[in-house]
């Protein structure tokens, strides 16, 4: 008799990415330690996710094995990957057949991001959706006539620098619709590699120590010969300076004002007794003036619930206002209450992360890396 | 001074925790071990183990990248 491979297999974070889009039935088995699982875990629409830390698996998988589904898809996770191998292999070696292990672990799903096309736009462009699905982040690109802009670029800046170089686009602009608190921000970083122009508000820019253009209102970003318009919104709440871009009269891009499911928390670059008032002006009056139509892109999601058939997250400006919990809020001292008094923790390192953005700390790759781990928490909703 | 020393630096996990558990099957009650260790994950993790076996952590300390574990198997 020939003797038994255990070798398992590896599952790329874009392989989960699209059996999580797909909404594919999936068993998790997590082996990282209790406290880093319940702060952040991997959830789709029909995983099961099971934690059990390796450390307590050393003598054996026995004990367990009736826990774990022997005819579904099981996937191993840890916060590397050494330890979901181990695991993994003792699991191929008890009989399950269908056992992989994720690449690169916890530490790669947070870099991962998948893009996915939005739409097109009048004239033969596009606009794309780049989702950072295991952080909850979404960044675009627009792109036409050859040229490119990006907006509210992450830090994994070879992404977007290989996908526009795939189809023989310019990376022109890159453009922060607020100074970012809960990840790392590529704009800069990626603008200068590129000699493209870096776009941030004025006002969340007053500590920065580099050079910028000055995102302001009413002034058109252009992205090819064809000239589609991005037309900056002033919208503070969330910063100061936050401000929201439409695109070709029809994608409304509110960075971390408006979400899908929820609204911005006005707390994490100052006090949010001073904010709420604009956040509430922002979200009642001005954001309400615009058309119905405009199809909201935020630059963040809560869960997998708000991911779309594609993988897409987006919704439409009327709709949200029948449906968002923090659009419906009928009284203005009720939504100070709400906003002010019933915010989620803060995210992980926020205060270091406002001193890279603002290029004051110029951390290691790994030490960025680390002050990005864990859940955005950046909607008032979040848990 | 602790009874035994593990030295685990360089290695990944699960090895920090895996070469731990191998000595402390061998010691006596009220014997101490010194891990070290350079994996950054592994504060939380010895954390939960040595709790998980009923275990004491007497203290952590970083320097220069690496970490020790002072443990007592009670």
């Given at each position: 008799m020939m003797e038994q491979q255990t070798s398992v297999k590896a599952m790329t974070a874009h392989e989960l990415t699209q059996l999580l889009f797909a909404q594919e039935e999936l068993f998790i088995l997590d082996v990282r330690n209790t406290s880093d699982y319940e702060a952040w875990q991997i959830e789709g629409h029909r995983v099961v996710s099971m934690n059990i830390p390796y450390f307590d698996l050393l003598d054996g998988v026995e004990a367990v094995?009736?826990?774990?589904?022997?005819k579904q898809k099981v996937l191993v996770v840890c916060a590397k990957e050494g330890s979901s191998i181990f695991v993994a292999e003792m699991l191929a070696e008890a009989g399950f057949t269908d056992v992989s292990y994720l690449q690169g672990g916890m530490k790669a799903w947070s870099e991962h991001l998948e893009p996915v096309k939005v739409g097109d736009l009048r004239d033969g462009g596009a606009i794309y959706q780049f989702v950072r699905i295991g952080k909850g982040c979404l960044s675009y690109m627009i792109v036409s006539g050859g040229e490119a802009a990006v907006v509210d670029?992450?830090?994994?800046t070879d992404v977007y620098e290989a996908f526009a170089a795939k189809h023989q686009w310019t990376i022109k602009h890159t453009i922060d619709t607020h100074l970012h608190a809960d990840h790392i921000s590529g704009g800069k970083k990626l603008a200068d590699r590129l000699d493209a122009s870096y776009w941030l508000p004025e006002k969340d820019a007053e500590e920065v120590t580099y050079s910028y253009r000055k995102l302001e209102e009413g002034q058109e970003i252009q992205v090819g010969a064809t000239k589609i318009a991005i037309l900056p919104i002033y919208s503070p709440g969330h910063t100061i300076g936050s401000t929201s871009l439409i695109v070709?009269?029809?994608?409304?891009?509110t960075g971390d004002s408006l979400f899908v499911a929820s609204i911005g928390r006005p707390d994490l670059a100052g006090k949010a007794e001073d904010w709420v008032g604009d956040l509430h002006n922002t979200l009642y009056n001005r954001y309400k003036?615009?058309?119905?139509h405009l199809v909201v892109l935020p630059a963040h999601f809560g869960n997998y619930t708000e991911l779309g058939p594609m993988g897409t997250v987006s919704a439409r400006l009327g709709d949200l206002y029948r449906n968002n919990p923090g659009l419906t809020i009928a009284d203005e001292s009720e939504f100070r209450h709400i906003v002010t008094h019933h915010l989620p923790p803060q995210p992980n390192a926020y205060q270091e992360i406002r001193q890279v953005n603002m290029g004051k700390l110029k951390p290691s790759e790994e030490e960025q890396q680390e002050m990005e781990v864990g859940p955005n928490r950046c909607a008032i909703h979040d848990k | 001074m602790a009874d035994i020393v593990v030295d685990t630096k360089g290695l990944a996990c699960p090895m920090p925790i895996v070469k731990a558990k191998k000595a402390m099957d061998g010691m006596q009650s009220g014997q101490t071990m010194e891990v070290l260790s350079t994996?950054?994950?592994s504060l939380n993790d010895f954390t939960a183990w040595v709790k998980q076996t009923g275990n004491e952590l007497v203290s952590h300390e970083v320097e220069n990248g690496v970490y020790k574990f002072l443990v007592k198997k009670l």
């Amino acid at each position: 008799m020939m003797e038994q491979q255990t070798s398992v297999k590896a599952m790329t974070a874009h392989e989960l990415t699209q059996l999580l889009f797909a909404q594919e039935e999936l068993f998790i088995l997590d082996v990282r330690n209790t406290s880093d699982y319940e702060a952040w875990q991997i959830e789709g629409h029909r995983v099961v996710s099971m934690n059990i830390p390796y450390f307590d698996l050393l003598d054996g998988v026995e004990a367990v094995l009736e826990k774990i589904p022997v005819k579904q898809k099981v996937l191993v996770v840890c916060a590397k990957e050494g330890s979901s191998i181990f695991v993994a292999e003792m699991l191929a070696e008890a009989g399950f057949t269908d056992v992989s292990y994720l690449q690169g672990g916890m530490k790669a799903w947070s870099e991962h991001l998948e893009p996915v096309k939005v739409g097109d736009l009048r004239d033969g462009g596009a606009i794309y959706q780049f989702v950072r699905i295991g952080k909850g982040c979404l960044s675009y690109m627009i792109v036409s006539g050859g040229e490119a802009a990006v907006v509210d670029t992450l830090r994994m800046t070879d992404v977007y620098e290989a996908f526009a170089a795939k189809h023989q686009w310019t990376i022109k602009h890159t453009i922060d619709t607020h100074l970012h608190a809960d990840h790392i921000s590529g704009g800069k970083k990626l603008a200068d590699r590129l000699d493209a122009s870096y776009w941030l508000p004025e006002k969340d820019a007053e500590e920065v120590t580099y050079s910028y253009r000055k995102l302001e209102e009413g002034q058109e970003i252009q992205v090819g010969a064809t000239k589609i318009a991005i037309l900056p919104i002033y919208s503070p709440g969330h910063t100061i300076g936050s401000t929201s871009l439409i695109v070709d009269d029809t994608y409304f891009l509110t960075g971390d004002s408006l979400f899908v499911a929820s609204i911005g928390r006005p707390d994490l670059a100052g006090k949010a007794e001073d904010w709420v008032g604009d956040l509430h002006n922002t979200l009642y009056n001005r954001y309400k003036e615009l058309p119905e139509h405009l199809v909201v892109l935020p630059a963040h999601f809560g869960n997998y619930t708000e991911l779309g058939p594609m993988g897409t997250v987006s919704a439409r400006l009327g709709d949200l206002y029948r449906n968002n919990p923090g659009l419906t809020i009928a009284d203005e001292s009720e939504f100070r209450h709400i906003v002010t008094h019933h915010l989620p923790p803060q995210p992980n390192a926020y205060q270091e992360i406002r001193q890279v953005n603002m290029g004051k700390l110029k951390p290691s790759e790994e030490e960025q890396q680390e002050m990005e781990v864990g859940p955005n928490r950046c909607a008032i909703h979040d848990k | 001074m602790a009874d035994i020393v593990v030295d685990t630096k360089g290695l990944a996990c699960p090895m920090p925790i895996v070469k731990a558990k191998k000595a402390m099957d061998g010691m006596q009650s009220g014997q101490t071990m010194e891990v070290l260790s350079t994996d950054k994950g592994s504060l939380n993790d010895f954390t939960a183990w040595v709790k998980q076996t009923g275990n004491e952590l007497v203290s952590h300390e970083v320097e220069n990248g690496v970490y020790k574990f002072l443990v007592k198997k009670l």
